[in-house]
């Protein structure tokens, strides 16, 4: 049985109800309820449910969570990932499609608070300019027919501005 | 482009794998073939194989079809089917089963029933 050593797989049909503590990764396919304590990564793939207070290093979601979830690096809710529960960690991502409802908790912000302002007031400068942006697009766009060929552009970048061209039999 | 990034995953329902770095201290139960590498106390129900390999320490109750150890077992050990206890497994509990397979080296202390078809 060729069993990879430093991996964990929980599968589909598997029910863990109690404490998990690891110092490996752990891949969900099924269910977990109780506690899981990592040193390295959780993935919950998107057949799993985790049912848990979880306390990991980083934490990739796919499927379902209930519970909270403290992450030393990072955690990640993908497109397919649904949770509920608080998340405290220095890095979370939710990317579009993630459905999510608790609290989230990224620490504070010592180092980054003399940016901040800085950042902030360089925000309207951008806004002003952003307006304006939009309309020479436009003109070009318009002017672009019969725009004459311009100084000598890369093939594939002239071409995709031009018309495009139909076959005709 | 894109195509699916997903991890090879071999084949649906795989075996689930408990690695040696683990502990869990609870119940497992489920449907499909288990390897343990690392500790479980607690339970486990299954209705397929058990499989406890050299690094796998077991203190729980075992309730599956088949059960393989190569490691170490405190508890008893219920199969509907086989019991095999390989060569320098330690075990202790006692056993029920209508098959039960000692390899030389086994250590086993505790009860054999091997009557379970007549069992009440």
């Known amino acids: 049985m060729a069993s990879l050593d430093g991996s964990t797989i929980i599968g589909e049909s598997i029910l863990i109800n109690g404490n998990l503590n690891g110092d490996e990764d752990l891949t969900v396919r099924g269910r977990v309820e109780g506690t899981v304590t990592l040193t390295k990564t959780l ?17 990739v979601i796919a499927g379902a969570v209930a519970g909270n979830v403290t992450a030393s690096e990072s955690v990640e809710i993908t497109k397919d990932g649904r949770m509920v529960g608080d998340i405290s960690a220095p890095r979370v991502i939710i990317v579009d499609g993630a459905s999510f409802r608790g609290r ?6 010592e180092a980054g608070e003399g940016e901040r302002p800085a950042l902030r007031a360089s925000r309207p400068a951008l806004s002003t300019r952003r307006p304006s942006a939009p309309a020479p697009a436009r003109a070009e766009e318009k002017a672009l027919p019969p725009r004459p060929p311009e100084p000598p552009v890369p093939a594939g ?9 139909v076959r005709r039999k | 482009m894109a195509a ?16 040696s770095s683990i502990v869990i201290d609870g119940e497992i139960s489920g449907d499909e073939d288990l390897v343990i590498l690392g500790t479980v106390k607690g339970r486990i129900g299954l209705k397929e194989s058990l499989y406890v390999e050299g690094s796998g320490v077991i203190e729980a109750d075992i309730e599956t ?35 039960i397979l000692i390899a030389d080296g086994a250590v086993f202390k505790g009860n054999v029933d091997m009557d379970v078809k007549g069992a009440k």
């Open chain 2, 4 to 19: 699916i990034e997903k991890s090879p995953a071999p084949r649906t329902g795989a075996h689930t794998v408990i690695g």
């Open chain 1, 104 to 109: 989230i908790d990224m620490g504070s912000f």
């Open chain 1, 43 to 59: 993935v919950v793939e998107p057949t799993g449910v985790v049912k848990a207070e979880v306390q990991v290093k980083n934490c």
């Open chain 2, 65 to 99: 079809a088949r059960v393989e150890v190569s490691g170490q077992v405190t508890g008893n050990i219920s199969a509907s089917e086989k019991v095999e206890l390989k060569a320098d497994c330690k075990v202790t509990g006692d056993i029920r089963a209508p098959r």
């Open chain 1, 157 to 165: 970048l002239g071409g995709g501005k031009k018309k495009v061209i």
